[in-house]
């Protein structure tokens, strides 16, 4: 249902909605939307206001604003942008391709000395050696998911870049749909301008955490290179052998505090915001764990009401 920038249209469009009885006992979730331009900085954002009615009685309200800054492809930047990223892609092939021939070499040689002769016998070689190839140079797990993570990167972003919303968008200050504009750019009203910018908003979004991933992956993969010191390989080597506690503190932690998730929905869900959901009581655990959560009053007045 789209409402009108115009107040004297929408305000008795949200009056009728009210009177009719737009949101009902059956009604689960309800979302507003819209863009806005920020001209300053020229950038727009997509805002989506989100209400969903829980079987508890509440109301989770929940605002989201997702930036989009549309590249500018007649930048002075641009070409210089492009040469870096024309770089990157090489590097990461090269690593990739490296990285690759290094695990095929050791395959083949294992698969040669153990003389396996089935396919099935030539599998499990396959696989035994490269698993003990892995726990002897950990590394390069992380430079295939950094190399992959690049690539991802890459094509997400080129996939921005090329939206038609970032070739042919023009912000106009009264935004008018014209038969023209509607023939050259699929932009033929207010629904499919905020519905491509949601499209946009979620590709933005989905890069910047493989971006984000990526990070990780490079940062772990640079950490080979400090081994050439001493202090450096010490450190390495004490992270390699706890890798196995890490993993099971990591575990016990979680186990743990799912228990006290559950107990947490299962008391104070329908009377705190806090634990309604099980998202909700995941965040609210880990904040007690971190010891800054400070709705102590409401949990004991909670408590004995329940």
């Not at 070739?167 to 014209?178: H, M």
């Not at 989905?206 to 990526?214: G, V």
Request: proline share 3%.
């Amino acid at each position: 249902c789209m409402l009108s920038v115009d107040p004297e249209v929408t305000i008795p469009a949200l009056l009728d909605m009210r009177l009719k009885g737009i949101a009902t006992n059956q009604t689960s979730q309800m979302t507003l939307d819209f863009v806005s331009y920020n001209g300053i900085i020229d950038m727009f954002f997509y805002v989506c206001i989100k209400f969903d009615f829980t079987t508890s009685g509440y109301i989770d309200k929940d605002i989201k604003i997702f930036p989009i800054k549309l590249p500018d492809l007649t930048s002075a930047f641009f070409p210089i942008r492009l040469i870096l990223e024309i770089l990157i892609i090489t590097f990461t092939v090269g690593r990739l391709a490296k990285c690759m021939r290094a695990v095929y070499c050791v395959l083949l040689a294992g698969i040669k000395k153990g003389k396996a002769g089935t396919f099935g016998h030539r599998l499990f070689v396959a696989f035994q050696v490269l698993v003990f190839h892995i726990v002897q140079h950990p590394f390069i797990v992380f430079d295939f998911l950094s190399g992959i993570s690049t690539v991802l990167t890459l094509v997400m972003w080129y996939s921005f870049v090329l939206l038609d919303l970032t070739q042919s968008f023009y912000f106009a200050e009264s935004p008018e749909w014209t038969p023209a504009q509607c023939a050259e750019t699929g932009l033929c009203s207010d629904y499919t301008a905020i519905s491509k910018f949601a499209k946009a908003s979620q590709q933005m979004r989905f890069f910047t955490q493989i971006c984000a991933a990526n990070t990780i992956f490079l940062f772990l993969c640079y950490q080979k290179y400090l081994c050439a010191f001493p202090t450096g390989r010490v450190i390495a080597r004490a992270m390699l052998n706890g890798l196995a506690d890490i993993l099971c503190f990591f575990v016990v932690m979680v186990v743990l505090l799912l228990g006290y998730v559950a107990m947490g929905h299962t008391i104070f869900g329908t009377i705190m915001v806090d634990f309604s959901t099980m998202g909700y009581s995941v965040i609210t655990c880990f904040q007690m764990f971190l010891g800054t959560f400070r709705s102590f009053a409401e949990m004991r007045q909670a408590n004995s009401i329940a």
